[in-house]
């Protein structure tokens, strides 16, 4: 069964990737305006979460769990934004009448309730929260993905409040 989902998340996905890159370059209009600097809002997202991300691992550092739970949060809604407005400027093309067109509004759906399930899931269960502690006199920031289970947990050097330094070892008591 879960590769029946995986293979309708693949097509949809697909479908809607060419819809927003069709949308993008073939558009017009104030849909279509609205849609580039909604795309462009995006792409400048994604560039500080993960650009960022990988500047700052070159220092050995990272995001604190709050910023980077909110970036991925707010690149994820962007998406959704640019799903949805791109059915707008699709719908004005010519050239996307008939069955193709209903098929890519119907993913563009699919994709978009596969999302918002995909973030409330992410915000509830599967992000790491972070917490700073204090061991042998040193600030630790203390990572961890369980939500009042037994979960994964990391230490890193406490550098500020939107990023962490190295990973260091931690004693961990119960």
């Known amino acids: 069964m879960k590769y029946i989902i995986g293979l309708i998340c693949d097509l949809c996905g697909g479908t809607t990737l060419i819809n927003l890159a069709l949308c993008l370059t073939r558009g017009r209009g104030r849909a279509h305006q609205k849609l ?79 999302l918002l399930a995909g973030i409330l899931y992410y915000l509830e269960f599967a992000s ?7 061991q042998n006199g040193n600030q630790i920031v203390v990572e961890s993905n369980g939500h009042g289970t037994i979960g994964d947990r990391r230490a890193f050097l406490y550098v500020n409040s939107i990023v962490h330094g190295r990973e260091v070892e931690y004693l961990w008591m119960s």
């Open 36 to 114: 580039m600097r909604l795309s462009l809002l995006l792409a400048l997202v994604l560039l500080v979460r993960f650009g960022g991300g990988g500047l700052l691992a070159l220092f050995g550092m990272g995001w604190r769990c709050d910023l980077r739970n909110g970036m991925n949060l707010i690149w994820s809604v962007l998406l959704i934004q640019c799903i949805w407005l791109s059915l707008d400027t699709f719908s004005g093309l010519p050239q996307c009448k008939g069955r193709w067109g209903v098929s890519v509004i119907l993913s563009a759906l699919g994709i978009e309730l596969i």
């Open 128 to 134: 790491w929260h972070d917490t700073v502690v204090m």
